[in-house]
């Protein structure tokens, strides 16, 4: 931690004494800090198990072999690898505080996440980025970001605010930044936009990745987005994707998340041809799979379960995240390296049971030390808990006469169909009344359209949770109750509400920014396993995700037909339906 107005060479100073201890205590000349002993652990660099003490002092790995130190903990019979790091997260997806996330993701052997707030972003403007830079500052799983590259997500969106490469540069400067976020508005690299490209020439100019969001683009289209400099891909879904986009030179990021769950058409790649270029991710990960499923653990389990070589699954699970975003002193255990330990019992059931972060015991035998409390810049605090500006809205703001394009929802995906087109509900063809109302400045802008495959028979579910732009979208059976479970949303100042007949029958409140809680996770939870099960019970189908399946039909850049605010639009060709 830097010391407040020290100089330059008391700086120089206090690292050479650091140093010369490290230097020591690896040449068995003081005892470590910590040493784990009777050690197996992962070599990645010769891609083996090897025996040893595991010897740590001033956070960093100095020696494998045989040491004593201040503290001591025998881990034999267990398997020592390097900590877990999520190559791709919006943390504000978990819906619950940065401090939370951290306390859930910890116990599972993540040390390190790479998040793309643009989430808050979309609805606070640069705001949000130092507010996430902040709320995450000083906890024990070190959190990277990649600056949010699409804000909002096409010009057919309407957000809280428009970003261009100005408005995020000075971040760059930040030691916690690594580059630019998925760039999502992939006709806008193919097009050559102006904006757009001035967003990967800025990032670029300060050496930084960019990272990429292209799902099903092919031939000539593809090389121009790799040509432009995009290095990665988290959209793939089909193998033959992703080994496209793999020989043009592109990383994968194999994610398994909530939303979408691509590990198992993914698995070939875990092999000796494919593995080295590719990584876990998340993206988007609700409490309920925190909790109960587990995070870059789980992927790594199922993985392995499905037949992966298990040394490959765990390098993919952390050194190669950690060499594509050139974290150089991260994802391997070896001198020099930081001490960030996922302890597992075995690679059959792959169960986390201790974890260091910089050769601190955060987590082992049921402990889990107490999270510190970022501190947050008050006028942040306030800005985050004030983000509505939407007007009393009434039953005549739903009622619409015109034939509107229905979407049509495709199981176990986020990508959607076009259904044609519809004029009115229809609950015995699942037809029902989907809309998207403007919540940042105030416009008044309301987008119509129907919904088929989300099974609601009766009332309405509305959520401020709305990718990216994260206006309120909601979905009836009829305008009175769509109307009530908005205006619910806006008194909340954010979250989710299910109603049925004039009467809310569940909520969740998301207070920050209106994608997140303040709640502890697990009561969080709690709610939003309550709203869930109130709208299964309206019908809701139970093979999806009532509130996340919903919030994904308004973002613009996945195909086929999304809602807006201005009304539905069919993605491949930017055009309103």
């Known amino acids: 931690m830097a ?133 995450t500052e000083g906890l024990p799983v070190d959190v990277r970001f990649m600056l949010p590259s699409c804000v909002p997500a096409t010009p057919m969106d309407e957000s809280g605010a428009t970003l261009d490469y100005r408005a995020i540069d000075s971040f760059y400067d930040h030691p916690r930044v690594n580059g630019l976020a998925e760039m999502m508005n992939y006709p806008g690299v193919i097009a050559a936009d102006a904006g757009v490209i001035e967003k990967i020439v800025a990032a670029q100019a300060h050496h930084k990745k960019i990272d990429g969001h292209a799902p099903g683009l092919l031939g000539k289209d593809l090389d121009a987005y790799v040509a432009a400099g995009v290095y990665s891909d988290h959209e793939c879904s089909e193998l033959e994707d992703a080994v496209r986009k793999l020989q043009r030179g592109q990383f994968i990021m194999i994610r398994e998340g909530t939303a979408a769950r691509n590990l198992d058409a993914l698995l070939p790649l875990l092999s000796p041809r494919y593995y080295e270029r590719c990584m876990f991710c998340t993206d988007d990960k609700h409490p309920n799979d925190l909790l109960e499923l587990g995070h870059i653990d789980y992927i790594v389990r199922r993985a392995i379960q499905g037949g992966a070589d298990p040394i490959l699954a765990v390098k993919a699970a952390s050194h190669n995240a950690a060499r594509y975003y050139q974290l150089n002193n991260r994802g391997a255990i070896a001198p020099g390296y930081l001490a960030d330990f996922a302890v597992v019992d075995d690679f059959e059931r792959f169960q986390v049971q201790m974890v260091f972060k910089k050769g601190k015991l955060w987590f082992g035998d049921d402990y889990l030390r107490e999270m510190p409390l970022p501190a947050v810049d008050p006028w942040l ?87 990216d732009s994260h206006n309120i979208i909601s979905v009836g059976t009829n305008s009175a109750d769509m109307a009530l479970a908005c205006n619910r949303v806006v008194e909340n100042r954010g979250g989710i509400v299910v109603v049925r007949g004039g009467q809310i029958l569940a909520e969740v409140v998301l207070e920050v920014a209106g994608i997140m809680s303040d709640q502890p996770l697990e009561q969080l939870n709690e709610q939003l396993e309550r709203a869930k099960d109130t709208a299964f019970s ?22 086929t037909l999304r809602i807006t605010t201005r009304g539905v639009i069919d993605v491949n060709t930017q055009q309103y339906v």
């Open 3 to 135: 010391i407040p107005n020290e100089s330059y060479s008391g700086k120089i100073n206090r690292k050479l004494l650091k140093k010369q201890r490290i230097i020591r205590v690896a040449a068995g000349r003081e005892p470590a800090d910590l040493v784990l002993k009777n050690a197996t652990y992962l070599n990645v660099f010769s891609n083996e198990l090897c025996q040893g003490d595991i010897a740590v002092a001033e956070g960093l790995i100095v020696g494998m072999g045989t040491y004593s130190g201040r503290k001591e903990y025998d881990v034999t019979g267990r398997i020592v690898l390097p900590g877990f790091i999520d190559a791709h997260i919006h943390l504000e997806s978990s819906l619950a505080s940065p401090r939370e996330f951290a306390r859930a993701v910890l116990p599972h052997g993540t040390t390190t996440v790479i998040t793309d707030p643009h989430e808050i972003t979309n609805v606070m403007g640069t705001d949000g980025i130092d507010y996430m830079l902040q709320a």
């Open 538 to 559: 309206l019908g809701v189908s139970r093979g999806i995700d009532p509130f996340m399946t919903l919030s994904f039909m308004a973002l613009p850049v996945i195909p």
């Open 381 to 467: 605090v306030e800005r985050a808990h004030d983000t509505f500006h939407v007007r009393h809205l009434v039953v005549d703001d739903f009622r619409d006469q015109r034939r509107r394009g229905v979407i049509g929802l495709v199981d176990g995906e986020i990508v959607t169909t076009d259904n044609g087109y519809a004029d009115h509900v229809d609950v015995e063809q699942d037809v029902l009344k989907i809309a998207v109302i403007e919540r940042h400045k105030g416009t008044g802008h309301i987008g119509l359209g129907y919904l088929q495959g989300y099974g609601l028979r009766a009332g309405a579910v509305a959520t401020s949770i709305s990718h």
